[in-house]
């Protein structure tokens, strides 16, 4: 195999090109932020801890139902998706765990795969099950459903993937089980609505007994999938019901295309950290009701939103002593049918990082006086006056500290990696995500 990644030195000779003016437009942000008493410094290193994980799914050009259109020199296998892995971690700085889809994604020889992602510089986040798709050969089918199948059979195939998947898990270093389902029925009347959600509930609760102690569960929820009329797990109040009926260690991944529209999803988001479980994001966008589109491009204030309960929770004394400290686990899930997916994966992180510091910049004093004093005006414009911050010289350099690029769709370009791997890579081969 002939990988390489993006030469480090492209990386810092293009970061020095682009140094002058990069320094410029820092220093008259750090300047405004000081003013408002901001302490910057604090800030950037804030900022520097920040990682968000990529989906092992995501490397390769997507689709719709329709329709799928290679990029070229698109990943043909796990090896090659971490070496895509590596170079969007490399340019953006933001990305170093990858999540992983079994068995889209199952590693021959996990051991040889540690190799690789540490010589990388990449860990493993989340495992991801799939009882969504029969694979070639399968018996029991899950045309019915998988962990809700009225047959115990359907049901018991669907747990020991989910344990399977656990396992692979342990030997990778993931510390963590996300299940989506897409049990449900297409016509009313099919499916016992409350029997359905008793059977997954009563299967979770098997695969709940194999997680390791220091592992968390995250069930997706979804409302629906073209041409259902019902999901299982539909909403967040479902979710939640499951992970309370498992344990402690259970929890609830928001996905954020999983909504109907006008969901308001950072009321999602706090009613979840009210009640402890909130485990997760899978972050992308949608205008209408595809869950795919890149993060932040169209409600980004929506994004910020969300970010702001974050925020606001992490310095909220009280549920800090009321809850044991649990970080969400914070991932991307996204389709790239147009876009080059490493270039939207960089941008995308970039995004989800922007909305995180515009979160950190919203004066929470202030912010809860004015709501403690029923001042909506000024309520509203506190958290506006942190949106409308433009955060990105700040963001360039916490990039450029950490090594990565100032501008890393730029590098990207110029090292013309797409097409040296559209000659190494058999092309058009495609990945078996298919439409994700
Ligand atoms: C389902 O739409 C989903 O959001 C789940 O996370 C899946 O595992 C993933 O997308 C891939 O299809
Ligand atoms: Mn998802």
Redesign the pocket.
Known sequence: MTEARINSDLIASLNEKAERSHRKDFEALHGVLSRRGIQVEQLISTLSNFTVAV?S?GFGQGGTRFGRFPVPGEPTNLAEKMFDAAVVNDLAGLTPRVSL?IPWDKPEDPKSLIRLAKSLGLGFDAM?S?TFQDQPGQNPSYKFGSLSHTDRAVRRHAIEHNIECIEIGRALGSKAL?V?LADGGSFPGQQNLRRALDRVIESLQDVYLALPSDWRIFT?H?PFEPAFYSTVVQDWGTSLMIAQAMGKQAACLV?L??HLPNTNIEQVVARLIAANRLGGF?FNDSKFAD?DLSAGSIRPYQLFLVFNELADAALDRRLQRNQPKQKPSLMI?QSHNLKDPLEDLMLSAIEIHRAYAKALLVDRTALNEFQESNDVVMAERTLKIAYETDVSPLLAEVRRRRGAAIDPVAVFRRSKYRAQKARERRSGAGTRAGI?
Do not use: R, Y
Request: no cysteine; hydrophobic share 20%; aromatic share 12%.
């Open positions: 989906p799914w889809h991801n799939n996300t989506w997706e979804k996905d295309g999983h899978h869950d899930d994700v």
